[in-house]
C-alpha cells in the first residue's frame, strides 16, 4: 500500500471548476515500511525487502471527477518520490480520485529489467481522494521474486497458475547467471492461487533447465514480494579443454543407512538413520574422469587407463590437491 499526499498550489478552496488549471504535488511514502511491491522503474536490494519508489519522466496520473478524467503530467521531481503534475480538471467539484497508471499494464508478457521490477506497471487507484487531504494507492498485482545461480544465459521464465493455467512470462534475454543469486521479479495477480504455481526456466537456446513446483495453495499479497529461496541451475564447467557438469542438489533431510534386517549391509552401516543437509550443494554428475585429472594436475595415477574412466588409486592428500587446484 502506497501513500500519495497530494495537494493544489492553486488557491481552489473546496471548489474546483471545469478546465482550471492545477499543479498537484504528489508525495509517496510507506504506509508499511519494507513491505512494499513496486513498479518497473525503482531501485531494491537483492533481500527484495527494502524497495524504493520513486518517480519517473513522463509519469502520468489520471484525475478523476465523477465521469469524467484527464490526464495530469509530472513536471518536475523526477528521480523523487516527490513529484509535481500540471493538468487541468475535468468537471466541477470538490474532490476526486486518482488512477495510476493511467492504462492497464499487460503482465502476460514482461522483460527483466536489472536491480528493480519487470514491466507491467501496478495497477493502483486512489480511493476517497481530497484537494485537501491524502488518498491511499492500491495495488491488484503482486510481485514474485526468484532468485537464481547457475552458470547459463537465459532467455525467459515462464509463471504458470495451476488453477487457470494462465501464464506470465518473464522475457530475460542475455541475463547472465552466476553463483551469487540473482534476483528476478516477475508480475503476477493478488490473491489466493488455490492449486499452486509452477515456474518453468529455459536457457538462451530456449532448452528447458528446470520446473520449480508448488502444489498447495499460494497467497500472492500486494503488499509484500514473495520471495523465493535461492534455486541453483545445473552448471557446465571447462578446464584446460575438459568440461564437465555439476548437478545442483538441495539442501533437505533423508534417511540414511541400511534396515536392521538387511543381509547384505555391515554393521557400521546400521542403523538408518535421519540426517539434515543444511544447506544446498553441488555435486559432480559423474566421478572425477582421467581426462580431468589430467587436465588439472597433469598426471594420471590410475591402474586402467582411459579418459572417460574415473581415476582411481587416488590417496585422500591427492584428492585435497585436485580440488584446491580445481
Known sequence: ILFVACDSTNDLGTLFTKGQEVTLTAVIGEQQPQMLPGMQRVSGKDSGTEINLKWDEGDQIKV???????????????????GTFTGIMPADGNSFRVEYPIAEPDISTQTYIKDGFSNGLMKMV?????????????????????QL???QTLSKIVVTNSMDNKTYT????NVELSNRPTLFYIVVPAGEWKDGFKVDIYDSNNTHQKTLTKSSSASFSTTQATIMPVQGLDMTFNVNGVTFKMIYVE??????GAMEDDQSALENEKPAHKVTLTYDYYIGQTEVTQALWKA?????????????????????EDADAFTKQL
Open 149 to 151: 545461480v547457475g552458470n
Open 251 to 256: 539442501g533437505g533431510t533423508f534417511m540414511m
Open 296 to 316: 588439472v594436475m597433469d598426471n594420471n595415477p590410475s591402474t586402467m587407463e582411459g579418459d572417460n574412466l574415473p581415476v582411481n588409486y587416488v590417496l585422500w
Open 126 to 146: 486512489a480511493e476517497n481522494g481530497t484537494i485537501d487531504g491524502g488518498f491511499i494507492l492500491k495495488a491488484q498485482y503482486a510481485l514474485l521474486g526468484l
Open 170 to 173: 518473464l522475457l530475460c534475454s
Open 64 to 82: 478523476i471527477v465523477g465521469k469524467e478524467s484527464a490526464i495530469v503530467t509530472l513536471t518536475s521531481g523526477a528521480g523523487s518520490s516527490d
